[in-house]
């Protein structure tokens, strides 16, 4: 087992601060003088760098981002700003602008690129990585925690030593990540005056989701939407998963999804914010009138649009919601793994900071609430847990800091895993002709692995019109839910179809 100790861990920090500083020497002829001295020391040299090329890397949204920087004795000569890894219309489109950012501050300190935060963030960290060699400081990284591989998507729960463990924390529920089920839930807590911590491995609020189902709402209600037949959508839902889904979970989202509204609304409708929540017929979803079905029941679930012309995302309100009630969300802390009692009970988490590498260990007294996220960002656990799905696909949008880190520290804790895998595949993937759908080799992803296409989506891929397979052959019929013609194409060459349409296609809508 991978034993993580104090001693180790400090190992592991100065292993990697001397492997950083090597790679500076070789790429900057940099002489052996700058092997890891005291914190905050100068160059031999005396003046306030030791001259050099360094380089830093941390780890952006779906990818290593690396920074590499040249230094005269006084200033920074050169930046090169690699976050090709990163998604093609965010972070990675941000380099340009970061690189001049770094080189007009001269420090690591810039304002970063906006709706590219994660990127920026970690080019400012890998770019302080490269300060602190050039001035001969300890580069400290973070523990690697276990990621599984790709025989072995579980890994080993990390064994920490107690003395690795410099700081703890007493509270009553800790909530992991601060994503869209996460935020939701401290909204609510903070609402009721609970006694939580909630963690974030990540330096901002995950990107928020905006529309979410709900029945019989208020909203329905006052738009006259007539109530819904509780146990036929139930029914249904499970049919169209071919019964592989847990009911209690549907149902509670059919009986509670329309206080949960309240709930949401009640703060975003409220000052300071004052949004407003739509209620849609499911637009999105439109099929042919001629399918015989009555609209109610093709409109499942009924939509809300949770804000329109708000400036702030939901997650976002929520942080500032419960910052204004005296609570805040401990960012950069990512959870190492459960702790329980001899009698089973989960007692509290250890995080770690992803900002120096240390360990705190959170005891809850009442509960932990895991909202980590999926594993769509973890082509281990994609390929070994859900093959079909990971083989059909094309592109993914998806959030790639949910590499499944929760799944996996619950079933190191001993919870069950639902015997299959449950994606939402939309049919909106795009490719080139002659791409295969599935994985490809991609060096700078996380797991060495990118589904080939944009991460775009196409929203007409969700309409009824001709799919036909490469031999121009039609292999399904159109009128289906979203993941079937993906799943059907599984049987096609190249696991891919092409859809035919003309110009008319809005009109046809
Ligand atoms: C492009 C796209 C659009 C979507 N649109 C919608 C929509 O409109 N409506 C809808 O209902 N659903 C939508 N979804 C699905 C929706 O995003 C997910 O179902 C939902 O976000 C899941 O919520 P979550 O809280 O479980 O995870 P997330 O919202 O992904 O949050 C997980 C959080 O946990 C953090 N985390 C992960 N591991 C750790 C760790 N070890 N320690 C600490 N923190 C950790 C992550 O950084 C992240 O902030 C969409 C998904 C995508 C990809």
């Excluded at 409708?269 to 399918?291: M, R, V």
């Excluded at 939901?314 to 009630?325: A, D, H, K």
């Excluded at 595949?425 to 080799?441: I, K, T």
Aim: hydrophobic share 35%; glycine share 10%; proline share 4%.
């Amino acid at each position: 087992m991978n034993k993580i100790s104090r001693k180790g861990f400090l190992k592991i920090a100065a292993a990697a601060a001397m492997g950083t500083v090597t790679a500076g020497a070789l790429t900057g002829c940099n002489s052996a003088s700058s092997s890891v001295a005291a914190s905050g020391s100068a160059s031999a040299s005396g003046g306030l760098y030791t001259p050099g090329t360094y380089e830093g890397t941390a780890e952006g949204i779906s990818s290593t981002v690396k920074v590499t920087m040249t230094f005269s004795e006084t200033a920074v000569t050169d930046v090169v700003v690699d976050t090709s890894g990163e998604t093609a219309s965010y972070g990675a489109a941000a380099a340009d602008q970061l690189k001049e950012q770094l080189l007009a501050a001269g420090s690591a300190e810039i304002d970063g690129v906006s709706g590219s935060t994660i990127t920026s963030e970690a080019v400012m960290k890998a770019a302080k990585s490269c300060f602190a060699q050039a001035m001969g400081e300890t580069v400290v990284t973070s523990v690697q925690l276990p990621t599984g591989d790709e025989n072995n998507w579980l890994g080993t729960e990390p064994d920490i030593d107690e003395d690795a463990i410099t700081e703890t924390w007493d509270t009553d529920i800790v909530i992991v990540g601060a994503g869209n089920g996460g935020m939701c839930a401290a909204a609510f807590a903070a609402q009721n005056g609970l006694n939580f911590r909630i963690i974030e491995q990540n330096s901002a609020v995950m990107e928020t989701r905006h529309w979410y189902g709900t029945i019989d709402s208020s909203e329905a209600k006052k738009q006259g939407v007539p109530p819904v037949d509780r146990a036929e959508l139930l029914s249904e839902i499970s049919r169209s998963m071919g019964g592989r889904c847990d009911q209690r979970v549907v149902k509670t989202w059919i009986n509670e999804s329309a206080a949960m509204h309240d709930f949401v609304s009640g703060i975003l409708e409220s000052a300071p914010y004052n949004y407003t929540c739509n209620l849609t017929l499911g637009d999105e979803a439109k099929w042919p009138d001629d399918t015989q079905i009555s609209q109610t029941k093709l409109m499942f679930p009924v939509q809300q649009v949770d804000y329109s012309s708000a400036e702030k995302p939901r997650n976002q309100v929520f942080q500032e919601y419960i910052e204004s009630l005296g609570y805040s969300i401990d960012f950069n802390t990512g959870l190492a793994k459960l702790e329980k009692s001899s009698d089973g009970r989960i007692t509290g988490v250890i995080a770690q900071s992803t900002d120096d590498g240390h360990f705190i260990r959170i005891n809850a007294a009442k509960g932990v609430l895991l909202a980590c996220g999926g594993y769509a960002g973890n082509p281990y656990m994609m390929e070994q847990l859900d093959p079909l799905g990971t083989s059909v696909t094309t592109a993914c949008s998806y959030a790639p800091a949910d590499k499944g880190y929760g799944i996996r520290a619950a079933i190191w804790a001993g919870a069950h895993l639902d015997a299959e895998a449950a994606p939402v595949l939309f049919d909106r993937g795009l490719v080139a002709p002659g791409v295969n759908s599935g994985y490809v080799e991609s060096p700078s992803s996380f797991g060495g692995k990118a589904f080939p296409g944009t991460v775009g989506q196409y929203n007409p891929g969700s309409q009824p019109f001709l799919k036909v397979n490469r031999h121009g052959e039609r292999f399904m019929n159109e009128s289906q839910e979203y993941d079937n013609a993906s799943h059907a194409s599984f049987q096609q060459p190249g696991h891919v179809y092409a859809m035919i349409h003309d110009a008319n296609f809005r009109e046809d809508v």
